[in-house]
């Protein structure tokens, strides 16, 4: 074996124990910005040797590891795991990626803020795809994926965006958040969900007009955003597809 080779193996072996380490002692019951500065700390690195690793820009870094980022957009997630050698699943959710999978079916696609297609009747129980996640998840969740780059930064396209199929929470939990939603009139969206007038919600997103005053019918907690990078395989079932 050549010095070089030596030096290689040593360094994944280095990361491997790192990431072990890192899931053991800083799992789901950790915030990710306390993830990330664990997994920081033991690098012995500079911020500024983060940020040059990660092609992030310094005041990012600081904002990060200051817990002042409720999650990061984009791929900054992706960006801070590989500089640090730890899976960016493990990095967002406090989930060992390594060990189990859980099939989801997906129930629709997303671009540009729009709404989800097909419409909800013309989906399947079993979804219009089957996505293998590398971990597993609770029961009777289900996703749906993005399509094109018009989501950016907040999703990648290809993105799986895993949500539980039933209400988890009562509405007021929601506003301010993230989730899947469906509308009265049957229309469903990726959307923050905020207060409206009257017991009605408006529906908030980054690439499209907000939907004011509208009943909704069901809200989809976001569990996790699997960024296309860490999916294991995508297979197609029968179901009705429409793009």
Known sequence: MTQFNMELN?????????HSELISNYGPGMTWDKRLRE?????GWSKAELARRAQLSYDNINKYLAGAVKQPR????DRLAGALGIDPVFLERGIDATTGHTEVP???????????????????????????IPFPLPDDMIAFKVRGD???????????IVVYRDQQKPLTSFYGEEA????????????TVMRGNNGFVNLLSWNA???????????????????????????????????
């Open 10 to 18: 040593s360094i994944n072996q280095a990361r491997n124990s790192r």
């Open 39 to 43: 997994a920081f700390k033991a690098t």
């Open 74 to 77: 984009g791929d900054a997630l």
């Open 106 to 132: 997906v129930m629709g696609y997303l671009g540009a803020g729009a709404e989800v297609e097909p419409e909800f009747e013309q989906v399947p129980p079993e979804g219009i795809d089957q996505v293998e």
């Open 150 to 160: 018009s989501m950016l930064p907040a999703y990648k396209d290809g993105a799986v």
């Open 180 to 191: 899947a939603v469906r509308t009265s009139d049957g229309r469903r969206f990726i959307k």
């Open 209 to 243: 007009s907000p939907i004011e005053n509208v009943h909704l019918e069901w809200i989809g907690e976001i569990f996790a955003v699997i960024p296309p990078s860490a999916l294991v395989s995508v297979g197609r079932s029968n179901g009705t597809n429409k793009a």
